[in-house]
């Protein structure tokens, strides 16, 4: 079975709208300054349940089971509420900082958000909406500060909740296509973060996007810390090979990064078969492509899956 370990659910009429003009991945990257009009709309918008879209798009690539979290201007609650309409297909996880919408000024002191506000938000999501992880958190909502142990120290609260539930917490690196937070791509700073929380399992999505600085950077995190691990969404076959043969396959674990804008790419090929085919050309060894494709994300979600089982199950009896 493929598990999906990185998926943003949640959209907009806006973003439904505009698949015509998103057809490759540079489409995507331009999006915001190419048709800023269009990309400021879904700001004012009522997020929309696009889990049957979801639904689709796995069964056609053959994905079992898929971690959802939020994108941009979607609440922790609407996807813990899509994930229930899927029971054994979608399990949420939290973002318990929330990433810009389009009309954010990544300047403006009111869109940082306190420490201790984003680890109250992350127990809420993991205790009353029983979600079984963290998704990609947006450091910049949390910290200014440029040192790796300055950052260490604003995202401890967090942290702290994350090691206390032996949970996992995404991390993105490289580039978005959201206006800033670039500096925090680059995943050097992690290392201190990673060494001080042994028990909080960290991911780092991306691995690098493709781009051989940050990737190299995953790798030395990920060599240095045996709780880091890296996802390969927008990655590359060359890399997976190098990752591979550097901290194996344990700590390798399958995503797409499929959204409802990645969702509409077609060049060269859809979100979802370019990664499975990032595995496929990295290694022929049906071990290492059944760890890849899911025993890592279940080493990482077994348990925490079966709690949002349960947790699901208690809130519609």
């Known amino acids: 079975m ?13 973003v439904e709208s505009a ?3 998103l057809s490759s991945a540079p489409d995507v990257v331009a999006f915001r300054t190419r048709h800023r009009e269009l990309y400021e709309r879904f700001a004012h918008e009522e997020p929309l349940d ?3 879209t979801l639904i689709g798009d796995m069964d056609r690539f053959g994905i079992g089971k898929a971690i959802v979290q939020s994108r941009p201007g979607v609440g922790n609650d609407l996807v813990a509420a899509i994930a229930a309409r899927h029971p054994g297909r979608l399990i949420p996880i939290a973002v318990p900082t929330p990433w810009p919408t389009p009309i954010d000024d990544p300047r403006e002191p009111r869109n940082m958000m306190s420490p201790k506000g984003g680890a109250a938000e992350l127990e809420r999501c993991i205790v009353d909406l029983g979600m079984v992880g963290v998704g990609e958190i947006f450091v910049r909502r949390l910290t200014r500060r440029l040192h ?3 950052i260490a120290d604003d995202l401890a609260p967090m942290m702290e909740v994350i090691a206390r539930h032996q949970a996992s917490v995404q991390i993105p690196t490289a580039w978005t296509q959201l206006p800033g937070g670039l500096y925090y791509g680059d995943p050097i700073w992690v290392d201190e973060v990673a060494s001080r929380y042994p028990s909080a399992r ?3 999505t991306k691995m690098g996007r493709g781009i051989d600085h940050y990737f190299e950077n995953c790798l030395s995190v990920a060599m240095r810390n045996e709780n880091v691990y890296l996802e390969i969404s927008g990655s590359s076959s060359s890399h997976l090979r190098r990752a591979l043969q550097v901290i ?3 700590r390798l674990l399958f995503g797409t990064d499929w959204s409802p804008v990645w969702r ?5 090929a859809p979100v979802v078969l370019k990664s499975i085919r990032n595995v496929e050309e990295a290694t022929e060894d049906p071990d290492i492509r059944r760890q890849l494709f899911g025993l890592t ?12 089982e349960r947790h699901r199950q208690g809130a519609n009896p």
């Open 202 to 204: 960290v991911i780092l």
């Open 248 to 250: 194996g396959p344990k």
């Open 2 to 14: 493929i598990i999906d370990s990185h998926v943003h659910v949640g959209t907009f009429p806006s």
């Open 50 to 52: 696009n889990g049957e």
């Open 148 to 150: 790796p142990e300055d």
């Open 19 to 21: 698949g015509h003009l």
């Open 264 to 268: 509409f790419v077609r060049d060269p």
């Open 297 to 308: 994300a279940l080493s990482l979600y077994d348990v925490a899956i079966s709690r949002w």
